[in-house]
Protein backbone atom coordinates (compact mmCIF):
# COMPACT_ATOMS: atom_id res chain seq x y z
CA UNK A 1 0.00 0.00 0.00
CA UNK A 2 1.41 3.17 -0.87
CA UNK A 3 2.45 5.62 2.29
CA UNK A 4 0.26 8.66 2.53
CA UNK A 5 1.98 11.63 2.05
CA UNK A 6 1.02 13.91 5.08
CA UNK A 7 -1.02 16.98 4.75
CA UNK A 8 1.72 19.13 6.47
CA UNK A 9 4.59 18.14 3.50
CA UNK A 10 2.07 19.32 1.20
CA UNK A 11 1.11 22.35 2.37
CA UNK A 12 4.93 22.83 3.00
CA UNK A 13 5.08 22.46 -1.07
CA UNK A 14 2.65 24.94 -1.45
CA UNK A 15 3.81 27.35 0.45
CA UNK A 16 6.93 27.22 -0.81
CA UNK A 17 5.61 27.96 -4.27
CA UNK A 18 3.55 30.54 -3.34
CA UNK A 19 6.79 32.13 -1.57
CA UNK A 20 8.49 32.13 -4.43
CA UNK A 21 5.60 33.28 -6.93
CA UNK A 22 4.96 36.22 -4.77
CA UNK A 23 9.09 37.41 -4.91
CA UNK A 24 8.75 36.92 -8.72
CA UNK A 25 5.37 38.47 -9.32
CA UNK A 26 6.51 41.16 -6.46
CA UNK A 27 9.57 41.46 -8.81
CA UNK A 28 8.14 41.88 -11.96
CA UNK A 29 5.35 44.41 -10.75
CA UNK A 30 8.28 47.05 -8.92
CA UNK A 31 9.77 46.87 -12.33
CA UNK A 32 6.37 47.84 -14.08
CA UNK A 33 5.76 50.44 -11.22
CA UNK A 34 9.26 52.05 -11.62
CA UNK A 35 8.82 51.85 -16.02
CA UNK A 36 4.89 53.74 -15.58
CA UNK A 37 6.39 56.37 -13.17
CA UNK A 38 9.38 57.21 -15.37
CA UNK A 39 7.14 57.69 -18.24
CA UNK A 40 4.32 59.79 -15.76
CA UNK A 41 1.64 57.47 -16.56
CA UNK A 42 -0.33 57.72 -13.01
CA UNK A 43 -3.00 55.62 -13.55
CA UNK A 44 -0.49 52.46 -14.05
CA UNK A 45 1.43 53.98 -10.99
CA UNK A 46 -1.84 54.24 -8.58
CA UNK A 47 -2.94 50.68 -10.08
CA UNK A 48 -0.06 49.59 -8.19
CA UNK A 49 -1.18 50.40 -4.72
CA UNK A 50 -3.80 48.30 -2.30
CA UNK A 51 -6.27 51.82 -2.48
CA UNK A 52 -8.10 49.49 -0.51
CA UNK A 53 -6.39 49.82 2.97
CA UNK A 54 -7.54 53.20 4.53
CA UNK A 55 -3.48 53.65 5.37
CA UNK A 56 -1.94 53.28 2.08
CA UNK A 57 0.21 55.14 1.87
CA UNK A 58 3.32 57.53 -0.01
CA UNK A 59 6.09 58.70 1.46
CA UNK A 60 8.83 61.42 -0.35
CA UNK A 61 12.02 62.39 0.43
CA UNK A 62 11.69 65.62 2.79
CA UNK A 63 8.00 66.13 1.42
CA UNK A 64 5.76 64.34 3.73
CA UNK A 65 3.80 61.01 4.00
CA UNK A 66 0.44 60.94 2.11
CA UNK A 67 -1.48 58.05 3.42
CA UNK A 68 -5.19 57.04 2.82
CA UNK A 69 -6.44 55.99 -1.03
CA UNK A 70 -7.86 59.74 -1.62
CA UNK A 71 -4.37 61.31 -0.27
CA UNK A 72 -2.48 58.58 -2.61
CA UNK A 73 -4.68 59.44 -5.72
CA UNK A 74 -4.09 63.26 -5.44
CA UNK A 75 -0.34 63.61 -4.80
CA UNK A 76 0.21 61.29 -7.62
CA UNK A 77 -2.56 62.56 -10.05
CA UNK A 78 -0.04 66.05 -8.99
CA UNK A 79 3.47 64.80 -9.08
CA UNK A 80 3.75 61.69 -11.81
CA UNK A 81 0.37 63.01 -13.94
CA UNK A 82 1.64 65.94 -13.87
CA UNK A 83 1.73 67.46 -17.87
CA UNK A 84 5.13 65.98 -19.82
CA UNK A 85 7.44 68.65 -20.58
CA UNK A 86 9.85 68.49 -23.53
CA UNK A 87 13.28 67.81 -22.78
CA UNK A 88 12.12 66.19 -19.58
CA UNK A 89 13.37 62.66 -18.72
CA UNK A 90 13.56 61.03 -15.12
CA UNK A 91 15.10 57.27 -15.24
CA UNK A 92 15.36 55.52 -12.14
CA UNK A 93 16.16 51.89 -12.32
CA UNK A 94 16.01 49.08 -9.37
CA UNK A 95 19.27 46.66 -8.62
CA UNK A 96 19.65 45.27 -5.11
CA UNK A 97 16.69 44.10 -4.25
CA UNK A 98 16.16 42.49 -1.06
CA UNK A 99 12.78 41.13 -0.50
CA UNK A 100 10.93 38.55 2.44
CA UNK A 101 7.66 37.74 1.88
CA UNK A 102 6.01 36.50 5.39
CA UNK A 103 5.58 33.05 6.36
CA UNK A 104 2.26 33.26 6.42
CA UNK A 105 1.80 34.36 2.37
CA UNK A 106 -0.17 38.03 3.29
CA UNK A 107 2.39 40.68 3.28
CA UNK A 108 6.07 41.31 2.12
CA UNK A 109 8.77 43.62 2.58
CA UNK A 110 11.17 44.78 0.16
CA UNK A 111 13.91 47.17 -0.76
CA UNK A 112 15.67 48.34 -3.95
CA UNK A 113 18.19 50.65 -4.48
CA UNK A 114 17.37 53.01 -7.59
CA UNK A 115 20.30 55.10 -9.36
CA UNK A 116 19.37 57.35 -11.57
CA UNK A 117 19.23 60.19 -14.28
CA UNK A 118 17.46 62.93 -15.04
CA UNK A 119 16.57 66.41 -16.95
CA UNK A 120 14.60 69.21 -15.81
CA UNK A 121 13.73 71.41 -18.52
CA UNK A 122 14.45 75.44 -18.07
CA UNK A 123 12.89 78.43 -18.62
CA UNK A 124 15.61 79.35 -20.67
CA UNK A 125 18.04 77.16 -22.60
CA UNK A 126 19.02 73.44 -22.79
CA UNK A 127 16.99 70.87 -19.78
CA UNK A 128 19.57 70.95 -16.79
CA UNK A 129 20.47 67.16 -16.56
CA UNK A 130 20.70 65.17 -12.82
CA UNK A 131 22.04 62.72 -11.21
CA UNK A 132 18.91 61.20 -9.36
CA UNK A 133 19.67 58.35 -6.79
CA UNK A 134 17.43 56.81 -4.09
CA UNK A 135 16.21 53.78 -2.36
CA UNK A 136 12.68 52.84 -2.02
CA UNK A 137 11.32 50.56 0.81
CA UNK A 138 8.30 49.33 0.60
CA UNK A 139 5.22 46.96 1.94
CA UNK A 140 3.66 44.68 0.28
CA UNK A 141 -0.07 43.13 0.21
CA UNK A 142 -1.48 40.63 -1.05
CA UNK A 143 -5.23 41.58 -2.56
CA UNK A 144 -7.50 39.18 -3.96
CA UNK A 145 -4.35 37.19 -4.91
CA UNK A 146 -2.63 39.98 -6.70
CA UNK A 147 0.42 41.76 -4.87
CA UNK A 148 0.02 45.27 -4.06
CA UNK A 149 2.13 48.39 -2.47
CA UNK A 150 0.74 48.93 1.00
CA UNK A 151 3.12 51.28 2.39
CA UNK A 152 6.07 52.90 0.36
CA UNK A 153 8.67 55.44 1.18
CA UNK A 154 11.19 56.79 -1.33
CA UNK A 155 14.36 57.53 0.11
CA UNK A 156 16.49 60.59 -1.77
CA UNK A 157 19.73 60.68 -1.02
CA UNK A 158 21.48 62.34 -4.12
CA UNK A 159 19.80 64.97 -6.62
CA UNK A 160 22.51 67.21 -7.92
CA UNK A 161 23.50 68.58 -11.36
CA UNK A 162 25.35 65.62 -13.75
CA UNK A 163 28.58 68.28 -14.32
CA UNK A 164 28.67 69.24 -10.56
CA UNK A 165 27.96 65.86 -8.95
CA UNK A 166 26.79 64.95 -5.16
CA UNK A 167 29.84 67.05 -3.67
CA UNK A 168 29.76 70.30 -4.99
CA UNK A 169 25.90 70.65 -6.01
CA UNK A 170 23.93 70.05 -2.39
CA UNK A 171 21.34 73.05 -3.59
CA UNK A 172 18.69 70.37 -3.99
CA UNK A 173 19.09 68.18 -1.26
CA UNK A 174 15.95 69.13 0.47
CA UNK A 175 12.80 70.97 -0.61
CA UNK A 176 12.56 74.29 -1.46
CA UNK A 177 11.20 76.88 1.33
CA UNK A 178 7.61 76.49 0.51
CA UNK A 179 4.69 75.60 2.59
CA UNK A 180 4.14 71.85 3.01
CA UNK A 181 1.59 69.55 1.08
CA UNK A 182 -1.86 70.38 3.22
CA UNK A 183 -2.15 66.94 2.76
CA UNK A 184 1.17 65.92 3.90
CA UNK A 185 2.50 64.14 7.14
CA UNK A 186 5.15 65.09 9.00
CA UNK A 187 8.24 63.03 6.94
CA UNK A 188 9.59 60.43 8.76
CA UNK A 189 12.97 60.01 7.50
CA UNK A 190 15.25 62.80 5.65
CA UNK A 191 19.48 62.20 5.02
CA UNK A 192 20.65 63.05 1.67
CA UNK A 193 23.98 63.29 1.14
CA UNK A 194 26.06 65.96 1.71
CA UNK A 195 29.79 66.35 3.22
CA UNK A 196 28.20 66.79 6.64
CA UNK A 197 25.97 63.62 6.73
CA UNK A 198 26.66 60.57 8.05
CA UNK A 199 25.65 57.15 6.36
CA UNK A 200 22.93 54.98 8.23
CA UNK A 201 22.21 51.87 6.05
CA UNK A 202 18.78 53.12 5.75
CA UNK A 203 16.27 51.58 4.86
CA UNK A 204 17.10 48.45 6.23
CA UNK A 205 17.53 45.36 4.73
CA UNK A 206 13.78 43.56 5.63
CA UNK A 207 14.42 40.08 7.60
CA UNK A 208 12.87 36.85 7.29
CA UNK A 209 9.20 37.14 9.56
CA UNK A 210 5.92 35.79 10.59
CA UNK A 211 3.46 38.52 10.29
CA UNK A 212 3.34 41.71 9.28
CA UNK A 213 3.25 44.20 12.54
CA UNK A 214 4.61 47.98 11.46
CA UNK A 215 6.47 49.71 8.90
CA UNK A 216 9.35 50.38 11.75
CA UNK A 217 11.68 47.82 9.85
CA UNK A 218 12.95 50.38 7.48
CA UNK A 219 14.52 52.61 9.78
CA UNK A 220 16.14 49.82 12.17
CA UNK A 221 19.35 50.82 12.80
CA UNK A 222 20.68 47.96 14.68
CA UNK A 223 22.44 45.65 12.33
CA UNK A 224 22.63 42.88 14.36
CA UNK A 225 18.96 42.25 13.63
CA UNK B 1 1.33 4.94 -10.04
CA UNK B 2 3.39 3.06 -7.40
CA UNK B 3 4.72 4.96 -3.88
CA UNK B 4 8.18 5.13 -4.90
CA UNK B 5 7.62 6.89 -7.82
CA UNK B 6 5.49 9.07 -6.43
CA UNK B 7 8.27 10.09 -3.79
CA UNK B 8 10.83 10.30 -5.98
CA UNK B 9 9.29 13.20 -7.44
CA UNK B 10 8.29 15.05 -4.12
CA UNK B 11 11.71 14.50 -3.05
CA UNK B 12 12.98 15.99 -6.63
CA UNK B 13 10.39 18.92 -6.20
CA UNK B 14 11.28 19.43 -3.01
CA UNK B 15 15.02 19.70 -3.74
CA UNK B 16 14.44 22.03 -6.40
CA UNK B 17 12.06 24.48 -4.38
CA UNK B 18 14.96 24.03 -1.42
CA UNK B 19 17.21 25.32 -4.44
CA UNK B 20 15.24 28.27 -5.41
CA UNK B 21 14.54 29.71 -2.09
CA UNK B 22 18.48 29.36 -1.40
CA UNK B 23 19.20 31.61 -4.64
CA UNK B 24 16.87 34.12 -3.35
CA UNK B 25 18.22 33.70 0.46
CA UNK B 26 21.71 34.19 -1.54
CA UNK B 27 20.36 37.37 -2.83
CA UNK B 28 19.14 38.84 0.48
CA UNK B 29 22.44 38.01 2.52
CA UNK B 30 24.33 40.29 -0.23
CA UNK B 31 21.50 42.79 -0.24
CA UNK B 32 22.23 43.13 3.74
CA UNK B 33 26.00 42.85 3.16
CA UNK B 34 25.75 46.03 0.58
CA UNK B 35 23.09 47.86 2.87
CA UNK B 36 25.50 47.47 6.03
CA UNK B 37 28.19 48.75 4.10
CA UNK B 38 28.19 52.08 5.68
CA UNK B 39 31.70 53.31 7.21
CA UNK B 40 30.10 52.96 11.17
CA UNK B 41 28.55 49.69 10.28
CA UNK B 42 31.87 48.08 8.34
CA UNK B 43 32.98 46.11 11.81
CA UNK B 44 30.09 44.65 11.90
CA UNK B 45 30.65 43.17 7.98
CA UNK B 46 32.52 40.11 9.17
CA UNK B 47 29.51 38.63 10.71
CA UNK B 48 28.01 38.36 7.32
CA UNK B 49 31.41 35.51 7.10
CA UNK B 50 31.89 32.07 8.00
CA UNK B 51 34.04 32.97 10.17
CA UNK B 52 34.66 29.21 11.31
CA UNK B 53 35.81 28.32 8.18
CA UNK B 54 39.86 28.23 8.24
CA UNK B 55 40.05 29.38 4.90
CA UNK B 56 37.32 32.28 4.96
CA UNK B 57 38.68 35.10 2.75
CA UNK B 58 38.47 38.39 1.71
CA UNK B 59 40.31 39.48 -1.78
CA UNK B 60 39.54 43.19 -2.67
CA UNK B 61 41.20 44.49 -5.85
CA UNK B 62 45.05 44.03 -5.16
CA UNK B 63 45.51 44.48 -1.79
CA UNK B 64 45.74 40.56 -1.36
CA UNK B 65 44.24 38.15 0.40
CA UNK B 66 42.92 38.28 3.85
CA UNK B 67 42.37 34.57 4.65
CA UNK B 68 41.08 33.28 8.29
CA UNK B 69 39.05 34.65 10.91
CA UNK B 70 41.18 36.93 12.06
CA UNK B 71 42.46 38.21 8.82
CA UNK B 72 39.17 38.92 7.78
CA UNK B 73 38.13 40.74 11.34
CA UNK B 74 41.15 42.75 10.61
CA UNK B 75 40.17 43.73 7.45
CA UNK B 76 37.04 45.01 8.92
CA UNK B 77 37.87 46.41 11.87
CA UNK B 78 40.89 47.74 11.21
CA UNK B 79 41.77 47.97 7.37
CA UNK B 80 38.98 50.16 6.38
CA UNK B 81 37.75 51.45 9.42
CA UNK B 82 36.64 55.43 8.69
CA UNK B 83 37.37 57.81 11.64
CA UNK B 84 35.81 60.03 10.29
CA UNK B 85 31.99 59.21 9.10
CA UNK B 86 30.95 63.00 8.30
CA UNK B 87 31.23 63.06 4.29
CA UNK B 88 32.10 59.65 3.72
CA UNK B 89 29.69 57.72 1.25
CA UNK B 90 30.05 53.92 -0.43
CA UNK B 91 27.07 52.83 -2.38
CA UNK B 92 28.06 49.70 -4.41
CA UNK B 93 24.66 48.30 -6.05
CA UNK B 94 24.10 44.78 -6.81
CA UNK B 95 23.33 44.35 -10.66
CA UNK B 96 23.16 41.51 -12.99
CA UNK B 97 23.14 38.72 -10.21
CA UNK B 98 24.24 35.36 -11.03
CA UNK B 99 23.61 32.75 -8.69
CA UNK B 100 23.91 28.66 -8.83
CA UNK B 101 23.96 26.25 -5.81
CA UNK B 102 25.51 22.84 -5.82
CA UNK B 103 23.26 20.07 -6.14
CA UNK B 104 24.60 18.46 -2.81
CA UNK B 105 22.77 22.15 -1.41
CA UNK B 106 25.87 22.60 0.59
CA UNK B 107 27.57 25.55 -1.48
CA UNK B 108 26.79 28.47 -3.84
CA UNK B 109 28.89 30.46 -6.16
CA UNK B 110 27.15 33.96 -6.85
CA UNK B 111 28.75 36.62 -9.37
CA UNK B 112 27.01 40.36 -9.49
CA UNK B 113 28.47 43.36 -12.04
CA UNK B 114 28.69 46.66 -9.52
CA UNK B 115 28.41 50.28 -9.89
CA UNK B 116 29.35 52.26 -7.48
CA UNK B 117 29.28 55.98 -6.06
CA UNK B 118 31.38 57.14 -3.28
CA UNK B 119 32.71 59.86 -1.70
CA UNK B 120 35.96 59.62 0.39
CA UNK B 121 38.29 62.05 2.52
CA UNK B 122 41.48 63.18 0.83
CA UNK B 123 44.12 62.10 3.16
CA UNK B 124 45.58 65.69 3.56
CA UNK B 125 41.97 66.77 4.56
CA UNK B 126 39.50 68.84 2.98
CA UNK B 127 36.28 68.18 1.16
CA UNK B 128 35.27 64.69 0.11
CA UNK B 129 36.29 63.58 -3.33
CA UNK B 130 32.94 62.12 -4.99
CA UNK B 131 34.30 59.07 -7.11
CA UNK B 132 33.31 56.50 -9.70
CA UNK B 133 33.99 52.71 -8.03
CA UNK B 134 33.00 49.73 -10.38
CA UNK B 135 33.95 46.24 -9.71
CA UNK B 136 32.51 42.15 -9.70
CA UNK B 137 31.90 40.29 -6.64
CA UNK B 138 32.43 36.83 -7.49
CA UNK B 139 31.53 35.03 -3.96
CA UNK B 140 31.31 31.65 -2.70
CA UNK B 141 28.74 30.68 -0.14
CA UNK B 142 28.58 27.77 2.71
CA UNK B 143 25.13 26.83 4.12
CA UNK B 144 25.25 26.68 7.65
CA UNK B 145 22.56 24.82 9.56
CA UNK B 146 19.79 26.94 7.55
CA UNK B 147 21.57 29.81 7.11
CA UNK B 148 23.99 30.97 4.35
CA UNK B 149 27.71 32.56 5.25
CA UNK B 150 30.04 34.23 2.60
CA UNK B 151 32.88 31.97 2.79
CA UNK B 152 35.60 33.63 0.05
CA UNK B 153 34.72 36.90 -1.42
CA UNK B 154 36.92 38.52 -4.44
CA UNK B 155 36.04 42.02 -5.73
CA UNK B 156 37.14 42.63 -8.67
CA UNK B 157 37.57 46.16 -8.96
CA UNK B 158 37.91 47.22 -12.72
CA UNK B 159 37.65 51.00 -12.33
CA UNK B 160 38.20 53.72 -9.36
CA UNK B 161 38.19 56.87 -10.29
CA UNK B 162 37.40 60.60 -9.82
CA UNK B 163 33.62 61.64 -10.96
CA UNK B 164 35.39 64.36 -12.31
CA UNK B 165 38.57 63.21 -14.39
CA UNK B 166 36.68 60.08 -15.30
CA UNK B 167 38.05 56.39 -16.16
CA UNK B 168 39.89 57.49 -18.78
CA UNK B 169 41.88 60.46 -17.32
CA UNK B 170 42.30 59.10 -13.62
CA UNK B 171 44.27 56.29 -13.28
CA UNK B 172 45.99 57.19 -10.13
CA UNK B 173 43.86 54.39 -8.35
CA UNK B 174 43.89 51.59 -10.52
CA UNK B 175 46.71 49.96 -8.13
CA UNK B 176 46.99 49.83 -4.24
CA UNK B 177 49.05 52.80 -2.95
CA UNK B 178 50.83 50.43 -0.80
CA UNK B 179 51.74 46.64 -1.76
CA UNK B 180 49.82 44.58 0.38
CA UNK B 181 51.13 43.44 3.91
CA UNK B 182 53.54 40.15 3.70
CA UNK B 183 50.96 38.22 5.88
CA UNK B 184 48.52 38.42 3.49
CA UNK B 185 48.01 36.04 0.58
CA UNK B 186 48.71 36.95 -3.11
CA UNK B 187 46.23 38.61 -5.09
CA UNK B 188 45.37 36.06 -7.48
CA UNK B 189 43.75 38.53 -10.62
CA UNK B 190 43.80 42.00 -10.92
CA UNK B 191 43.01 43.93 -14.27
CA UNK B 192 41.50 47.34 -13.75
CA UNK B 193 40.44 49.15 -17.21
CA UNK B 194 43.31 51.70 -18.14
CA UNK B 195 43.61 52.81 -22.18
CA UNK B 196 46.28 50.14 -22.31
CA UNK B 197 44.43 47.18 -20.41
CA UNK B 198 42.13 44.27 -22.67
CA UNK B 199 38.77 43.53 -20.99
CA UNK B 200 38.02 40.19 -20.15
CA UNK B 201 35.53 37.90 -18.90
CA UNK B 202 36.41 37.71 -15.65
CA UNK B 203 35.13 36.76 -13.15
CA UNK B 204 32.87 34.36 -15.59
CA UNK B 205 29.12 33.14 -14.54
CA UNK B 206 29.10 30.47 -12.42
CA UNK B 207 28.21 27.18 -14.19
CA UNK B 208 26.11 24.43 -12.48
CA UNK B 209 28.26 22.19 -10.33
CA UNK B 210 27.49 19.04 -7.64
CA UNK B 211 29.49 19.78 -4.86
CA UNK B 212 32.56 22.59 -4.22
CA UNK B 213 35.83 21.69 -5.26
CA UNK B 214 37.59 24.57 -7.85
CA UNK B 215 38.67 27.02 -5.27
CA UNK B 216 39.47 29.14 -9.13
CA UNK B 217 36.30 28.89 -10.91
CA UNK B 218 36.15 32.89 -10.23
CA UNK B 219 39.63 33.73 -12.33
CA UNK B 220 39.14 31.64 -15.39
CA UNK B 221 37.52 33.12 -18.41
CA UNK B 222 34.80 30.78 -20.13
CA UNK B 223 34.05 30.72 -23.33
CA UNK B 224 31.47 29.50 -25.44
CA UNK B 225 32.42 26.85 -26.71
CA UNK B 226 34.48 25.25 -23.41
CA UNK B 227 31.07 25.59 -21.73
CA UNK B 228 29.59 22.21 -20.23
CA UNK B 229 25.66 21.20 -21.52
CA UNK B 230 25.38 22.26 -17.66
CA UNK B 231 22.24 20.57 -16.06
Known amino acids: MPEKISSERKQSLVDAVKRLQAYEEIQNNMGRFMAAFNFRQADKVLSHFALNQPDVSLEIADEGVFEGPEVVRQIVGETVGAPVKAGEMLDLQLNTPIVEVARDLKTAKGVWWSPGGGAIPQDEGLPKAIWYFGMVAADFICVDGAWKIWHMHWFRFIKCSYEKGWVEDTSMNNRLNTPVHPLAKPTTYHNPYSPLSIRDGIPAAPRPYETWTDSSWMLERDKSK | MSAATVEERLEALEKELQQARDVLAIQNLMGRYTVNWVPKNLNLQA ?30 GKTFSNPVLEGVLLIHYLTSPMVVVASDGKTARGVWRSPGIEAVLPPAGGKPIPMWSFGAYAVDFIKKGTEWKIWHLHWFRQIKCTFEDGWVDDLSMTSASTPPAPELGRTTYHNPYTPDSIQTSIPPCPEPYETWDDPKWSTVERMPADRSTGR
Open chain 2, 47 to 76: DFYALDEPDVSVEVGDRGVFRGAEAVKTLF
